[in-house]
Structures are given as C-alpha cells and as structure tokens.
C-alpha cells in the first residue's frame, strides 16, 4: 500500500464489494482491512461520501452509491437493509406497506421503508434521500416471515396474511384506515382463507374482528368467514378506527364493531 494512497484502496475495495452484490459496509470493517488510523479512514469516507460514491445510513454503518443512482444520492433500502438489521444484531421483518409493495400490492413504492423490530424501539432515519420507520413488535411467529430474494441477497418480508393483520394493528400510526383500504384490496388477491386462519390464532381478537370487518366490507366474504369462524360468540363491541376519538357510530351486529369513522370504498 505504499505506492498508493488509502483512499484509492478504499475506492477499490467499494468497487470489489459491489462487484460481488453488495451495497454496504461498516467502518470497523473498513478498519479490519486497511492498517491505517480510524482518523484517516473516516477522512477517506468523508471525502467519498462529498464524491457522492458513499452515503451514511446509520453510525458506522454505509452503502456504496453507484452510478446509476448518483443522482437520488442513495440505493433501495431492499439493497442494504438485511445487513443494516444484521449490523446492529436485531431481528426484523420488512412489513405494513413496504411488505405489501413487495407483494404487489400498491400502484406505486411507499415514500417511507417500514421495518418491524424488538424492543427498545429503534429511531427513525429520515432526511432528504432516505426515509426509513421503524415499528416494536414483543415477538411473532417466524412461519409468518418469508424470503424476498433480492440483488444482494434475501429480505425478511411479513407475508401477505400477517401484513394485513399489521396493517389493522398500526393502522392509527400510518396514515388511518382509508390509507389502508386500497392496499388490503390488492392483498386479498394473495391472501390464502387457511393462512389467514392460521395466522389469526396468534393474534389479538380485536385485531381479528377490524380485520375480519373490513374483508367483509371489501366483499372477500371467504377471508371474512375463514376470521369470523375463530370469533365465537359473546363478542365485545370495539370502535373500528383508533385513530379517532369518537367511540360512537352505528354497530355492526355480526362483527361488533362501532363504525366510527366513515370508510372510503
């Protein structure tokens, strides 16, 4: 390395990395690499980062910004977010819009990227390239996460069941019920009755009666039926949306939900 200055063997190793399909990379890795001082590494991430041929994600962490996305000044989040998630050493699963966009639901990519993650709650990344939430789940059932293959590799992506049922849950949090309509609507199509039922037995029966709701309203009677049959009776009446403060409205009498909000179909 002596006939060479650190910052072209950086430049290099990004350039080897990608070769291989992959997007990011960390600064300990960096240091691992090349015998030179943290000082000067981060002086050579700094410079390549004003060449617009690196960006920071998170402290430490960085993906490598090739030509042809120069001018966003950032890649997909699905190029770099599994080894993102393995760098910090948290479980994940891509899920709510950003899952239901990968399976085909939605006329067009979520602003936002959506990950859902164990306690303690991560912060959010947001700022002018990039636009990443992050959402706490205790726990959940890993035959609900699948596989997305990808340039660099796999995603774990909710599947479509379980993403219909996070979608009722954080509904209030992204963007209300109506935000949601049109995107569960694409999901029936993916939607499998004995899947549903499978998934709903691991979740909380209000979220099965929202959810069971709405798939009536949107006329897909077997996914309705297939969460109705789970129910039982003596039900509870619950207000359909969390997201308004009114807890008064007509009652549905077969799902026991206060339709307190007005829907847009």
Known sequence: ??????????EDYLTEIQSKGRYSLTLNELQTKFDTSEKAILQKIYRLKNKNKLAQVRKEFYVIIPPQYSNRGMVPPTLFINDMMDFLNRKYYVGLFSAAALHGAGHQQPMEFQIVTQKPALRNINNQKLAISFFTKSEWEMD????????????KVSSPEKTAFDMVQYHKRIGGLNRILPILEDLTETIKPSLLSKT?????????????????????KSL???????LGKDLKELPLSLAHKERT?????????????ELDF
């Open 1 to 10: 390395m002596k006939n060479k200055s650190t910052y072209n063997y950086v």
């Open 224 to 230: 309705a039926s297939s969460l109705f049959r789970l």
């Open 144 to 155: 609900q996460i699948i596989e997305k293959k990808t340039e660099t590799g796999y995603l």
């Open 200 to 220: 709903a037995k691991t979740q909380k029966k209000t979220n099965i009666q929202r959810l069971g709701f709405l798939l009536d309203k949107l006329g897909s």
């Open 249 to 261: 409205g007509t009652i549905n009498e077969k799902w026991k939900i206060i339709e307190n909000t």
